[in-house]
T-cell receptor, first 113, second 118 residues
Framework: EDQVTQSPEALRLQEGESSSLNCSYT??????LFWYRQDPGKGPEFLFT?????EEKEKERLKATLTKKESFLHITAPKPEDSATYLC??????????????WGLGTSLGVNP | DSGVTQTPKHLITATGQRVTLRCSPR?????VYWYQQSLDQGLQFLIQ???????AKGNILERFSAQQFPDLHSELNLSSLELGDSALYFC?????????????????FGPGTRLTVL
């Protein structure tokens, strides 16, 4: 069964303390992996799309990487405004899932000033 | 601002009632997706429309229905509401549907409608 697992569930960092969030997936034929940021009560905000193993994308303090089994979202020198829930989603290439994303439950990140 | 709009922002109603949530996709986007997000659950995909036609169904209850109109806006109808239907409902849009063997289009989310059933 296609599955996406995010870890840790929650993470608290000090401002400036770099870390990584993990998204591991088990799907048949990866077509794309997405990272979103979600603030409480708000809609998910698109961050990155990764399509193939070895691909990397960066945006400000965030860098997303992809392997054949997992993706990492690296946060360098985080600031309090980076506090949010980070969601990972995967599109599989199987016929049954070809039109919907499989979502992880997210990692809740808190950054202390 | 993603360009996806949803109305209303908040909705409070009673059990047994029916409500309609509205979504306008980003300009140029043909595909609309509906999601439900409860406090203790992740995003649950409900249904997808592309250019007026239903393309995919997720965990959508029979009490729920949706449609996409010629102007591409979409409505999600929730009927015989129960306490457990209280949640955030999000709409997302993308340019094209996610194809089986083609590229993948990014979904852009609206701000959501918070539904409270009392």
């Amino acid at each position: 069964e296609d599955q996406v697992t995010q870890s840790p569930e929650a993470l608290r960092l000090q401002e400036g303390e770099s870390s990584s969030l993990n998204c591991s997936y088990t799907v048949s034929g990866l077509r794309g992996l997405f990272w979103y940021r979600q603030d409480p009560g708000k809609g998910p905000e698109f961050l990155f799309t990764l399509y193939s193993a070895g691909e990397e994308k960066e945006k400000e303090r965030l860098k997303a990487t992809l392997t054949k089994k997992e993706s990492f979202l690296h946060i360098t020198a985080p600031k309090p405004e980076d506090s949010a829930t980070y969601l990972c989603a995967v599109q599989a290439g199987t016929a049954g899932n070809n039109r919907k994303l499989i979502w992880g439950l997210g990692t809740s990140l808190g950054v202390n000033p | 601002d993603s360009g996806v709009t949803q109305t209303p922002k908040h909705l409070i109603t009673a059990t047994g009632q029916r409500v309609t949530l509205r979504c306008s996709p980003r300009s140029g986007d043909l595909s609309v997706y509906w999601y439900q997000q409860s406090l203790d659950q992740g995003l649950q995909f409900l249904i997808q429309y592309y250019n007026g036609e239903e393309r995919a169904k997720g965990n959508i209850l029979e009490r729920f229905s949706a449609q996409q109109f010629p102007d591409l806006h979409s409505e999600l109808n929730l009927s015989s509401l129960e306490l457990g239907d209280s949640a955030l409902y999000f709409c997302a849009s993308s340019v094209r549907p996610q194809r089986e063997w083609g590229y993948t289009d990014t979904q852009y989310f609206g701000p959501g409608t918070r539904l409270t059933v009392l």
